[in-house]
């Protein structure tokens, strides 16, 4: 009950903040220094996301944690961060056509396609990330290991750029070239 008063009150948050959420023009992500590759459409989407996740992260001097509430299908993907009382501290929103960020909790300069970037990296269909990816002339794999857990690598000729491991509810994400991780881990929603 007080889960569903606390996501009621996000929601309305949210209505709020899409007013005074600052939207851009889709940019491209420098996923190298010299390469830059725009986000795919959300009907790549392998089927849809709706979950409560941790959110645990250092990006460069600033480390934070949050809980956020993530949405993702084939129209579009929110990523709203919450405070432990359930107040909205930051969102992150694309539909396709434009993204936006509001947060006190990242940096001012830090773009909100990189996180959803990242975010298509993780839940996005393997095959259709390899696709993309080579059109950039860069590599995407994907490696199920022994014990269950799946390993994305995004590759610039040989130089390891970013990796994402899949385990269970645990997703954790780090960026070599940027210098920043996080990890996503699969809150309780009871």
């Known amino acids: 009950m007080i889960r569903k008063i606390v996501f009621c009150?996000?929601?309305?948050?949210?209505?709020?903040?899409f007013n005074s959420c600052t939207s851009s023009k889709l940019n491209k992500v420098y996923v190298t220094?010299?390469?830059?590759?725009?986000?795919?459409?959300?009907?790549?989407?392998n089927g849809s996301v709706e979950?409560?996740?941790y959110f645990s992260g250092s990006?460069?001097?600033?480390?934070f944690?949050?809980?956020c509430y993530l949405t993702s299908d084939n129209e579009g993907m929110n990523?709203?961060?919450?405070?432990?009382?359930?107040?909205?501290?930051?969102?992150?929103?694309?539909?396709?056509?434009a993204a936006g960020i509001e947060s006190s909790i990242l940096p001012d300069?830090?773009?909100?396609?990189?996180?959803?970037?990242?975010?298509q990296n993780a839940y996005y269909d393997a095959e259709e990330l390899k696709n993309h990816y080579k059109q950039y002339k860069l590599?995407?794999?994907?490696?199920?290991l022994s014990d269950g857990t799946e390993v994305r690598k995004v590759f610039s000729k040989k130089e390891l750029i970013e990796e994402i491991r899949i385990f269970e509810k645990n997703i954790s994400i780090k960026n070599y070239l940027r210098g920043y991780s996080y990890e996503l881990t699969g809150a309780d929603d009871e």
Do not use: H, R
């Open 51 to 53: 979950c409560y996740e």
């Open 79 to 97: 990523i709203l961060m919450l405070n432990d009382f359930g107040v909205q501290m930051g969102m992150i929103y694309y539909d396709g056509e």
């Open 59 to 63: 990006f460069g001097e600033q480390s």
């Open 139 to 144: 590599d995407f794999t994907k490696e199920v």
């Open 109 to 119: 300069n830090f773009k909100s396609e990189y996180i959803l970037l990242d975010i």
């Open 9 to 17: 009150l996000s929601l309305c948050f949210v209505i709020a903040g």
């Open 33 to 45: 220094n010299t390469k830059k590759v725009p986000l795919l459409a959300p009907s790549s989407m």
């Open 65 to 67: 944690a949050v809980t």
